[in-house]
């Protein structure tokens, strides 16, 4: 699989790759994270959430990684699809009526 | 099942001019929210609502004005655009009054100011 640093912009990955998308977050009182995929032209959907007294969680063919003591959060994709492409984006929980979302990462799937 | 619907999807405004993008949700949402996603800036919030007759700021509320008067309505208005404001703005709701849960968004708005 392929992995990208933090706060990198762009991910290209090879079909049937793992892809790992990695974020930072910036408040370590932060009690909530989620991960949302945005499709070209479209609005953000909903991937999976993690709240901060678990470190792992899974979904369908994601799993997301909270390290609260590096304030770092991963998506994990298996075996990335054509239709994984897409801008990701995880977010805090700031306050109970906030998200601070991140930059997003664009991720490009390869024939 | 319309979900999330936002319009106009595409408008262009000269500086100064005023509009209004509309949002409606058919998903009985308490929680109601405008983004603005700028190139490599994610997601931003501007105002949002936690039911009918509730408004409160976010990020970034200069030059923008809500109201909400219906549950399933939440407009958002530009008094005098501004090119710093071109930008694709999205609805997003939730259930519940916080805003933090699973957001469901509109398709956006994508909004250039000359």
């Known amino acids: 699989g392929e992995s990208v640093g933090l706060h990198l912009p762009t991910l290209s990955v090879q079909e049937g790759d793992n892809s790992i998308i990695n974020c930072a977050y910036s408040?370590?009182?932060?009690?909530?994270f989620i991960w949302y995929k945005q499709e070209s032209g479209k609005g953000p959907q909903f991937i999976i959430d993690?709240?901060?007294?678990?470190d792992k969680r899974q979904g369908q063919r994601v799993t997301v990684l909270l390290n609260k003591t590096v304030k770092h959060l991963s998506l994990q994709i298996a075996a990335t699809q054509p239709g994984d492409s897409a801008v990701y984006f995880c977010a805090e929980r700031l306050n109970d009526y906030k998200l601070s979302f991140g930059a997003g990462t664009t991720v490009t799937v390869r024939a | 099942n319309a979900g999330v619907t936002q319009t106009p999807k595409f408008q262009v405004l000269k500086t100064g001019q005023s509009m209004t993008l509309q949002c409606a949700q058919d998903m009985n949402h308490e929680y109601m929210s405008w983004y603005r996603q700028d190139p490599g800036m994610g997601l931003r919030l501007i105002h949002y609502s936690v039911g009918a007759g509730i408004t409160d700021q976010g990020e970034v509320p200069n030059g923008y004005n809500v109201s909400r008067s219906t549950t399933e309505d939440f407009p958002l208005r530009l008094l005098s655009a501004a090119p710093s404001q071109t930008s694709v703005y999205f609805c997003?709701?939730?259930?519940?009054?916080?805003?933090?849960?699973?957001?469901?968004f509109g398709e956006g708005s994508r909004l250039t100011v000359l």
């Open positions: 408040n370590s009182a932060s009690d909530y």
């Open positions: 997003a709701s939730t259930t519940g009054v916080s805003g933090t849960g699973e957001l469901f």
């Open positions: 993690i709240r901060s007294n678990m």
